[in-house]
């Protein structure tokens, strides 16, 4: 295959093919950008009777989002961090902003309606399509087309043709006579056919073109417009132009670049391995979309309700996004494939995440840079002394250059975290000074003295022998211990950039790394003990209005961003290194953005320790923030004209995932190892198996009645959050022992044998080979298992009430308690009953007790939200110890 496709890419380099190519991609585009604008249209997004300024914002911010998608990919291609080497998938990237592009500047130029324009990007795909299939037909181009598109297709499009001609003959003649059948199959014989009698390049192109064609002008002629309306009597219902027009073009779109890419391959064998495989990728697709369906649908119902006065600025967004960028750069960091079709699908499915994050990126600095929000204004509905009450709301992302110091902090520290787990170390690379050794020896002395301080503050209080030192000492020696770390970072990136005499820059930078380990390790260690003796003493040291630690932190940042630019310079334009010395400088540029996020996380908790604000370059950390999330953010509100949220249904439901995950998956994990690697398989363990597939199966709410019946006595006589940890956690138990099992028999007895003969015991074998390589198989089954328990609600009615519109949520941390009798220590919380997402949906939706519906489809999507936050989480996981066994 590889020998044809590179023939037909040789054969296909002179000035009229490299315009067919260029065509193509352009109408494989057009179907792109016409399938997307559709679906939008279809939930209505964007209006189909929109026209002038309405829909020239529309296709604005399309035009934005489209353009920030490829030029995220076209970045990452020229910095070779995503390269993208398919011709194909370049030509259609830069194909689908210039249509963008194009379609804003047609909506502003002209007074056409959406519907009116959707039906001219048919007919133009129509039209491209059928040149494409006469210009192979003519020899314009060369192809190599086989005699016949073939009888699948023919009976393919026969069904089409037999759907649409039904369709246009009941519309035109009606129903109650025969003749819209004969309509029906005249048009399914015409493109039978059509695609079966003439030579595969006409007869893959010339039935889509007609389709599309006719669909096209159905629409652009209003002949289906906006207003069109069929209500057939054999139907309960009716057809609407706002549905209709949609689906049409969603449909002429996947036909025409069906045909397009065909076309684009050159027919023939190539061709039709090139259609298998969009079929193939089609159903797939489907697949998907059918169990995201149930998603969209709970989405669709609750989500308007849950987003109720959410606000956030672009600048707070953008912090959000930064884990997801790094994420998608490290996704689209794999190879990206060859010249092959195939290939290069798997390279844009690969770079698509980092093409929809850089999307949203350029959404959101629109907003910042035309100091515009971008506000989503709607209503929804709430139950007031059992009335409905239609209030307004919108969805907002500001243009404030404001962000949270805790979600700023948080995020920063992920970073810190996902950065520092990359980097490997330069221990023993270089040479370092007299003066470093020295620095080196002194920084765990100045973080063990400046601890001891902090914790002598604690201890002592304010005063000690009544004299008030802790302000005048803690504000010395804090902003001391903050200039020594800032000294710190900006010694290594001088040393850095300084004394590089003959020497390359590569070599400059390897020589220097002990230099860079210590002003970066060093200065946050130092940084964080002033951080702690700050917030031991209570006062934040500054000079006039500048906080010293946070703008410190801000410097550490910078210089330590300029570490990683420089090291990173440095590998680029090295040449002739080894892979030694370029491991070398990566780890080196990675340490450098791992600082950068360490010292902005120091920044973002000094100021929510301290409940200040800390202003850099026009933009503001907040202790407070600019995210605002009231169903989530709050408790209910009773007697309020806005209800308030559900915060403690969504605590209640991570305490129970929370407890019956620590219960279940130690014993699972023990048992499993027991029955695998120590028990005699036989008769018992046989039993085990059959037992554990049983109680799997159990009906959930029989665990329930276990715990009315058995738990509930043994816990003070009342339904608690103990019990429905427990419930969940027996429920959970055979699903880990299953899953964990069966991994555990996956790992390759070469592995114990390996061990074995090293002189390890079986323990040692199971704890540090089997386990390990088993991993993933038992976060697998756990990821599974909090799927099923996170949303039970028939033994959480049982055995956790179904507490309604809570107004506190369970404290189980600051619950305990030491007391003077057995078992010495005491949770109140734990034994008490608390609120749950499942049980809130439940009585307000299925029950109907008082509360809005309204509210119970919002309180059913953030259920949604919070599972999928914890598959998540397993899913992370499970990726985690898969590479490290892979890398190990």
Not at 438 to 452: C, E
Not at 470 to 482: D, F, P, S, Y
Not at 724 to 746: C, H, N
Request: aromatic fraction near 8%.
């Amino acid at each position: 295959m590889s020998a044809t496709h590179d023939a037909s890419e040789a054969a296909l380099v002179d000035e009229s093919s490299s315009v067919y190519d260029r065509g193509l991609d352009g109408v494989i585009a057009l179907g792109v950008v016409s399938f997307t604008v559709a679906l939008c249209a279809l939930v209505e997004l964007v209006a189909l009777d929109a026209t002038g300024a309405a829909l020239t914002r529309f296709f604005g911010a399309f035009a934005a989002v489209v353009v920030g998608a490829v030029g995220a990919l076209a970045l990452a291609s020229w910095t070779n961090v995503a390269p993208v080497r398919s011709r194909r998938v370049r030509g259609i990237g830069v194909a689908v902003a210039v249509a963008a592009l194009t379609l804003t500047a047609i909506a502003a130029a002209t007074g056409l309606s959406l519907a009116v324009i959707l039906g001219a990007i048919l007919l133009v795909e129509a039209a491209g399509v059928l040149v494409a299939g006469v210009a192979s037909r003519t020899g314009v181009v060369t192809t190599t087309p086989d005699s016949s598109a073939g009888l699948l297709a023919g009976l393919v499009f026969g069904v089409f043709g037999l759907l649409v001609g039904a369709a246009v003959g009941g519309s035109l003649v009606g129903f109650d006579t025969p003749l819209w059948l004969v309509v029906a199959l005249l048009a399914a014989v015409g493109l039978l056919v059509l695609t079966v009698a003439p030579r595969e390049d006409l007869g893959s192109t010339l039935p889509p073109a007609l389709l599309v064609g006719a669909l096209g002008a159905t629409i652009a002629t209003a002949m289906i417009g906006v207003g069109w309306q069929w209500d057939p009597q054999a139907v309960s219902g009716g057809f609407t132009g706002g549905a209709v027009v949609p689906i049409f073009v969603v449909f002429g779109a996947i036909v025409s670049a069906w045909a397009a890419a065909k076309c684009r391959a050159g027919f023939g064998a190539q061709g039709r391995e090139f259609g298998a495989f969009l079929v193939i990728n089609l159903n797939a697709f489907l697949m998907i979309v059918v169990m995201v369906a149930v998603v969209v649908f709970v989405t669709l119902k609750g989500v308007g309700y849950a987003l109720h006065g959410f606000t956030i600025s672009a600048l707070a967004a953008l912090v959000v996004l930064l884990p997801a960028m790094v994420l998608a750069v490290g996704a689209a960091r794999s190879p990206a494939g060859t010249e092959a079709w195939h290939d290069g699908a798997r390279a844009l499915v690969r770079v698509l995440p980092l093409a929809a994050v850089g999307a949203v990126v350029a959404l959101l600095c629109s907003v910042l840079l035309t100091r515009t929000p971008l506000v989503y204004a709607y209503t929804y509905t709430v139950q007031v002394n059992r009335e409905s009450r239609v209030l307004d709301t919108a969805v907002t992302v500001t243009p404030e250059f404001s962000v949270g110091s805790l979600l700023l902090a948080l995020v920063a520290l992920v970073l810190f975290a996902a950065f520092y787990r990359r980097y490997g170390s330069l221990r023993g690379v270089g040479s370092a000074s007299a003066t470093v050794e020295r620095a080196r020896a002194a920084v765990p002395t100045v973080i063990a003295a400046l601890a001891f301080v902090a914790a002598l503050f604690v201890l002592a209080g304010p005063t000690l022998a009544g004299v008030p030192f802790v302000g005048t000492l803690g504000v010395a020696l804090g902003a001391l211990a903050a200039l020594a770390a800032l000294a710190l970072l900006l010694g290594a990136l001088v040393g850095l950039l300084t004394g590089r005499g003959e020497r390359t820059l590569a070599a400059h930078a390897q020589e220097r790394a002990p230099l860079l380990s210590l002003g970066v390790f060093g200065g946050l260690g130092v940084l964080t003990a002033a951080l702690a003796l700050e917030w031991a003493a209570g006062i934040a040291p500054s000079f006039g209005a500048v906080d010293v630690l946070p703008a410190v932190a801000f410097v550490a940042a910078l210089a330590s961003a300029g570490v990683a630019v420089v090291t990173a310079l440095a590998r680029r334009r090295a040449d002739g290194i080894g892979p030694l010395q370029r491991a070398v400088l990566a780890d080196e540029t990675t340490l450098g953005v791992a600082g950068t996020a360490g010292f902005v996380a120091l920044a973002g908790f000094h100021v929510w320790t301290a409940d200040a604000s800390f202003g850099v370059l026009g933009a503001t950390v907040a202790a407070g923030g600019t995210l605002s999330w009231p169903m989530t953010m709050q408790a209910y509100i009773p007697l309020g004209a806005e209800p308030g949220g559900i915060m403690p249904a969504v605590v209640g439901t991570v305490w129970l995932v929370i407890g019956s995950t620590l219960f279940a998956v130690p014993l699972g994990v023990g048992a499993a190892v027991f029955l695998t690697e120590y028990a005699e398989q036989g008769r018992f363990t046989a039993l085990v198996e059959v037992a554990t597939n049983a109680l799997w199966s159990t009906p959930s709410v029989v665990f329930g009645l276990f715990g009315a019946a058995f738990l509930i006595p043994r816990l003070g006589g009342d339904t608690s959050l103990l019990a429905g940890q427990l419930v969940l956690g027996f429920m959970l138990l055979p699903l880990v022992l299953i899953t964990s099992r069966e991994a555990i028999k996956a790992v390759p007895d070469e592995y114990r044998d390996a061990s074995a003969a090293l002189g390890a015991t079986r323990w040692q074998t199971i704890r540090s080979v089997v386990l390990p390589a088993a991993m993933p198989g038992v976060i697998t089954g756990g990821i599974l298992g909090v799927g099923r328990v996170a949303g039970e609600t028939a033994p959480l009615i049982l055995v956790l009430g179904s507490t309604l519109n809570a107004t506190e949520s369970v404290d189980v941390l600051g619950g305990f308690r030491f007391v003077t009798r057995p078992p010495f220590i005491v949770n109140d919380q734990l034994v008490s009953a608390s609120a749950s997402l499942p049980t809130q949906v439940w009585a307000v939706i299925a029950a109907g007790v008082s509360g809005s519906p309204s509210m119970g489809w919002a309180t059913a999507f953030v259920l949604l939200a919070v599972v999928l936050t914890f598959y998540a989480v397993g899913i992370s996981a499970r990726t985690y110890f898969r590479r490290k066994i892979s890398h190990d």
